[in-house]
């Protein structure tokens, strides 16, 4: 089993700056990738970006250029940092881990992006 505690959200300004932590606990050896994903209220959850073990990296289109995904292996954590935030990147932030053929998920951090 892997657990996964994300912390970091909160309420910023648009053009601000949040960083998000995701910490991985339990058997977290052989993770295979951890992305984050997103889900705004009435929307379906979307993937935001996803870091492999090799360190391959992908991005939603958008957030390309102002999220950056990364990860800390002797801490077991990974991070996403989110610049020049818009309304629109308001949403509940979760991330995901695959490890083996299973995979697992945070409960979530709030993320609330004022005009």
């Known amino acids: 089993q892997v657990q996964l505690k994300e912390s970091g959200g909160g309420l910023v300004q648009a053009g601000g700056s949040l960083r998000l932590s995701c910490a991985a606990s339990g058997i977290t050896f052989s993770i295979n990738a951890i992305g984050w994903y997103r889900q705004a209220p009435g929307k379906q959850r979307e993937l935001v970006a996803l870091i492999s073990s090799g360190g391959t990296i992908n991005y939603a289109d958008s957030v390309r250029g102002r999220f950056t995904i990364s990860k800390d292996n002797t801490k077991n954590t990974a991070y996403l940092q989110m610049n020049s935030l818009k309304p629109e990147d308001t949403a509940v932030y979760y991330c995901?881990?695959?490890?083996?053929?299973?995979?697992?998920w945070g409960q979530g951090t709030q993320v609330t992006v004022s005009t």
């Open positions: 995901r881990a695959f490890r083996s053929l299973m995979d697992y």
